[in-house]
Structure formats: structure tokens, C-alpha cells
């Protein structure tokens, strides 16, 4: 029986919880699919499923049930049911999907209930939405995740209610006195609750969206929709999208991420063109997005990908600007970056990176004793080497980039 990614990692983790995890190797080149990454879809097909397959592994339509699902003989995909809005078929539907089963990781409740046109409703009446899709899901021992907040909206979008912490009318118009208001209504079953939120803006607002949602609630966060509306064109989106994933990859309070959507009638946010599993240009890049696991090893020798990284500081991800490549990671001085790599037998080894950066050194640790020193001499993408011992087995390698601007593309480790 094929079990979901999710899943698999969920129940790994409860049985070896007192254990720290086993390594995975993959190859230096090897698609890596992502328990966090997910897509909003409302028809998703086959070959859709097959594309999506090598970095994407739930998905979900703001619906209790759905008619998709992956190919028998293809990866599993988890599909996460929601009780969108405050309807009493809702809960009927969400406890006959959960008897019936497959048993799905987390259940969904309560679509923007901040927002006119979706769920709109007060937070005392939120709450108790909440508290019956719990009681449904409890019975599965399934956790639930909500809201699903909309960040913020015009005063004559915005719902208003007594608030009881404030004592009088509220207009909320930002979701953070919101969730304050529902959590009240909720009670004790509000703390290190996982909530979601959307976001439409820019890299900045999703990650303060993130911080908040986390410093209110304590538990983790879902970006159950993402998008750039504003976005000047497809390349735009791209390197949007690039950032947003990368940073929610690397950040353990987001456990999980759908972007929206997987056809739109906005081309640019679409996922996949009209032809069945034809992906767009920002749905591939979606799918080749790296992920920044601790127990992710990649075998050497073999050429990495600078965003193949397992930690970061002052180094983030963008569209490639050297020859070949999907991305490199950008430092605006003093950045590194740390690779977890499997060394198949010790010995020296020789080391290329490639690089675009002011003059400077790179120099390359591990467990904190150097390894090695690059000279960069000039500005320009080329090509430097080095040689260094290494031994057998899983490490980490720090790769401590010059303290002026630097983009690397990949380092390559070969006997």
C-alpha cells in the first residue's frame, strides 16, 4: 500500500521521535520532493499529477471531497479536505469523507472568515465552526488547521463584531485582532494551534504574515494560498515565487505551502498551460524548487547545486544569472552557505565552484576546521578550484562566501 508523503513523515517522526532521523542520500541531481509544498487546484488530471509528482505532494479545492486523484501507479499525493465555510452539509460531508478514508494528514476549516465573498463570519462564530470540524477530526486523531486568514481588506470588506478583549464594535480590517478575538472564543484549545494565511503581495508581506500568524498562535503556519497579483510579468512571478518557497522551505514554523493556483485566468500564476500536464514556465520552477532538510544528504562525487543548500545566512535564492543552471544564491557580502554531502570513501578530493563575485576568498569547513581557501581575483562568472581531504561518510561543508557581493551557481566535488 502506497503511503502519502506526508503521512510517511508524520508517522516516521512519531516512532522515532526520541531518535534523531536516519539519513537519506540522493544524488547530487536527484528530484527531491517536498512534504511542505502543495497547490490550490480545482481540476487536476493524470498527466497534471505525473508533472507535479517530483516536487509537490498534497494539494486541495476548498472542498471536503474531491473527484481527483494521482494515478494508481504513480507517488501518492495527500489530499486535504476543508470545511470552507460555517454549513451544516460541511460537517456531515467532512465526517463521511474522514469514516470512509483515506485518512488525510490535516483537515482544513474556515476559508477567510475576515473577508466579504468568502466565509465571512464573526470570530465568536468561527470559533465554534472550528470547534465542531474538531470534534469531527478528533475522533480520526486528525489535527485541524484554521483559519485561513486574509491578511487584511478595506473597511466595507471587512467583518464586524463586539470583540471581547477590545469591549466594543471592531471593523477588522488586518487578521491579527481577529485570530486575538477567535482564539478568546475558543479557549484552551487555541494555543499552538496551526493557522493558515494567504498572501498576494510581495516577499515582504508573506514573510511578515508568516512571523505574525506564529507569534499570535504559537504553532505552526500554512501559506494556503500564495501569489503575486502584482507582479509586472512572468519573470516577476518567477523570482517571487523562487523566493517565497525558498524561504518557507527553510523556515521550520511554515508546515506547509499551496501556491494558486494550478490553472487561473491570470496566465501568470497559472501552474500549467491549457494542455493536460504541460507546466508553465513558473510551474516548473515550482517543482524544481530545492528543500533544506537536515537529514538530506547528497552523494558525492557529483556536482550541487548552490541551492541545494541545508542552512543559510545572508545568501538568498534567485533566477540563474550564469550560462546553465536553474538558480544561484546571492550574497551581498559575509554570506555562507552549509551542504550536507555523502562522501562515498575518503581521500582527496578536487572542488570547482563556480561564481560571480569581487575579488575575495572563499573558504570552505568543515566541523569548523578549514578545508580550503578560493582566491576570487576578478569580478565575472568563472570558474575556481581547489583540492581537499575529506572523509567517509555524511558531514556538513561550510562554504563561507567573500565579505562583498558574490552569486554562486554550484560547486562540484570530483576524485
Same mark, same amino acid.
Given at each position: 500500500? $502506497?503511503?502519502?508523503?506526508?503521512?510517511?513523515?508524520?508517522?516516521?517522526?512519531?516512532?522515532t521521535?526520541?531518535?534523531?532521523?536516519?539519513p =537519506?542520500?540522493? %544524488?547530487c541531481e536527484?528530484?527531491?520532493?517536498?512534504?511542505? !509544498?502543495?497547490?490550490?487546484?480545482?481540476k487536476l488530471?493524470a498527466a497534471?499529477?505525473?508533472?507535479?509528482?517530483?516536487?509537490?505532494?498534497?494539494?486541495?479545492?476548498?472542498?471536503?471531497?474531491?473527484?481527483?486523484?494521482?494515478?494508481?501507479?504513480?507517488?501518492a499525493?495527500?489530499?486535504?479536505?476543508?470545511?470552507?465555510?460555517?454549513?451544516?452539509?460541511s460537517?456531515?460531508?467532512?465526517?463521511? =469523507?474522514?469514516a470512509?478514508?483515506?485518512? #488525510?494528514?490535516?483537515?482544513?476549516?474556515?476559508?477567510?472568515?475576515?473577508?466579504?465573498?468568502?466565509?465571512?463570519?464573526t470570530?465568536?462564530?468561527?470559533?465554534?465552526?472550528?470547534?465542531r470540524?474538531?470534534?469531527? /477530526?478528533?475522533?480520526?486523531?486528525?489535527?485541524?488547521?484554521?483559519?485561513?486568514?486574509?491578511?487584511?481588506?478595506?473597511?466595507?470588506?471587512? @467583518?464586524?463584531?463586539?470583540?471581547?478583549?477590545?469591549?466594543?464594535?471592531?471593523?477588522?480590517?488586518?487578521?491579527?485582532?481577529?485570530? &486575538?478575538?477567535?482564539?478568546?472564543?475558543?479557549?484552551?484549545?487555541?494555543?499552538?494551534?496551526?493557522? *493558515?494565511?494567504?498572501?498576494? &503581495?510581495?516577499?515582504?508581506?508573506?514573510?511578515w504574515? @508568516?512571523d505574525?500568524?506564529?507569534?499570535?498562535?504559537?504553532? #505552526?503556519?500554512?501559506?494556503?494560498?500564495?501569489?503575486?497579483w502584482?507582479?509586472?510579468?512572468e $519573470?516577476?512571478? @518567477?523570482?517571487?515565487?523562487?523566493?517565497?518557497?525558498?524561504?518557507m522551505?527553510?523556515? #521550520?514554523?511554515?508546515?506547509?505551502?499551496?501556491?494558486? &493556483?494550478? $490553472?487561473?485566468?491570470?496566465?501568470?500564476?497559472?501552474?500549467?498551460?491549457?494542455?493536460?500536464? &504541460?507546466?508553465?514556465?513558473?510551474?516548473?520552477a515550482?517543482? $524544481?524548487?530545492p528543500?533544506?532538510?537536515?537529514?538530506?544528504?547528497?552523494?558525492?562525487?557529483? !556536482?550541487?547545486?548552490?541551492?541545494?543548500?541545508?542552512?543559510?545566512?545572508? /545568501?538568498?535564492i534567485?533566477?540563474?544569472?550564469? *550560462?546553465?543552471?536553474f538558480?544561484?544564491?546571492v550574497?551581498?557580502? %559575509?554570506?555562507?552557505?552549509d551542504?550536507?554531502?555523502?562522501?562515498?570513501?575518503?581521500?582527496?578530493?578536487?572542488?570547482?565552484?563556480?561564481?560571480?563575485?569581487?575579488?575575495?576568498?572563499?573558504?570552505l569547513s568543515?566541523? %569548523?576546521?578549514?578545508?580550503?581557501? +578560493?582566491?576570487?581575483?576578478?569580478?565575472g562568472?568563472?570558474?575556481v578550484?581547489?583540492?581537499?581531504q575529506?572523509?567517509?561518510?555524511?558531514?556538513? +561543508? =561550510?562554504?563561507q562566501l567573500?565579505?562583498? !557581493?558574490?552569486?554562486?551557481?554550484?560547486?562540484?566535488?570530483? !576524485?
Amino acid at each position: 500500500m $502506497r503511503l502519502p508523503l506526508i503521512a510517511a513523515l508524520a508517522t516516521l517522526a512519531t516512532a522515532t521521535a526520541a531518535e534523531p532521523a536516519a539519513p =537519506r542520500i540522493v %544524488g547530487c541531481e536527484d528530484a527531491v520532493r517536498s512534504a511542505k !509544498r502543495g497547490v490550490c487546484a480545482n481540476k487536476l488530471g493524470a498527466a497534471d499529477f505525473a508533472a507535479l509528482a517530483p516536487g509537490v505532494s498534497w494539494f486541495y479545492n476548498w472542498h471536503f471531497t474531491t473527484d481527483m486523484a494521482a494515478p494508481a501507479d504513480g507517488p501518492a499525493f495527500d489530499f486535504i479536505p476543508m470545511v470552507w465555510g460555517d454549513f451544516e452539509g460541511s460537517y456531515t460531508g467532512l465526517e463521511q =469523507r474522514l469514516a470512509a478514508g483515506p485518512r #488525510p494528514p490535516v483537515v482544513f476549516a474556515i476559508n477567510e472568515p475576515n473577508l466579504k465573498g468568502q466565509a465571512f463570519i464573526t470570530p465568536e462564530v468561527c470559533a465554534k465552526a472550528f470547534l465542531r470540524v474538531k470534534a469531527i /477530526a478528533d475522533k480520526h486523531s486528525i489535527p485541524v488547521v484554521g483559519p485561513h486568514m486574509a491578511l487584511g481588506s478595506s473597511p466595507g470588506d471587512s @467583518i464586524t463584531a463586539f470583540d471581547p478583549l477590545e469591549k466594543k464594535d471592531v471593523t477588522y480590517g488586518w487578521f491579527v485582532p481577529y485570530l &486575538k478575538a477567535f482564539a478568546h472564543f475558543v479557549g484552551p484549545a487555541a494555543k499552538d494551534m496551526p493557522v *493558515g494565511v494567504h498572501a498576494y &503581495k510581495d516577499i515582504h508581506e508573506l514573510k511578515w504574515s @508568516i512571523d505574525a500568524a506564529h507569534k499570535q498562535t504559537g504553532g #505552526p503556519v500554512w501559506m494556503t494560498e500564495f501569489a503575486q497579483w502584482s507582479a509586472a510579468d512572468e $519573470r516577476a512571478e @518567477i523570482a517571487f515565487m523562487m523566493q517565497a518557497v525558498d524561504h518557507m522551505e527553510r523556515t #521550520p514554523h511554515v508546515a506547509g505551502y499551496a501556491w494558486f &493556483k494550478e $490553472r487561473s485566468d491570470n496566465a501568470r500564476i497559472s501552474m500549467f498551460a491549457s494542455e493536460p500536464g &504541460k507546466l508553465t514556465a513558473l510551474g516548473e520552477a515550482y517543482v $524544481r524548487m530545492p528543500v533544506h532538510e537536515a537529514d538530506l544528504f547528497y552523494r558525492l562525487p557529483g !556536482r550541487l547545486q548552490a541551492e541545494r543548500y541545508r542552512a543559510a545566512d545572508k /545568501a538568498d535564492i534567485a533566477t540563474t544569472a550564469d *550560462g546553465d543552471g536553474f538558480a544561484d544564491m546571492v550574497s551581498g557580502g %559575509g554570506g555562507w552557505l552549509d551542504l550536507n554531502v555523502a562522501v562515498d570513501a575518503a581521500g582527496q578530493m578536487n572542488i570547482a565552484l563556480r561564481i560571480d563575485a569581487e575579488p575575495g576568498t572563499i573558504a570552505l569547513s568543515r566541523s %569548523g576546521k578549514p578545508l580550503a581557501a +578560493i582566491k576570487v581575483a576578478k569580478a565575472g562568472w568563472q570558474t575556481v578550484t581547489a583540492k581537499a581531504q575529506l572523509p567517509a561518510g555524511t558531514q556538513t +561543508i =561550510r562554504v563561507q562566501l567573500p565579505e562583498r !557581493r558574490a552569486r554562486i551557481n554550484w560547486i562540484e566535488f570530483s !576524485r
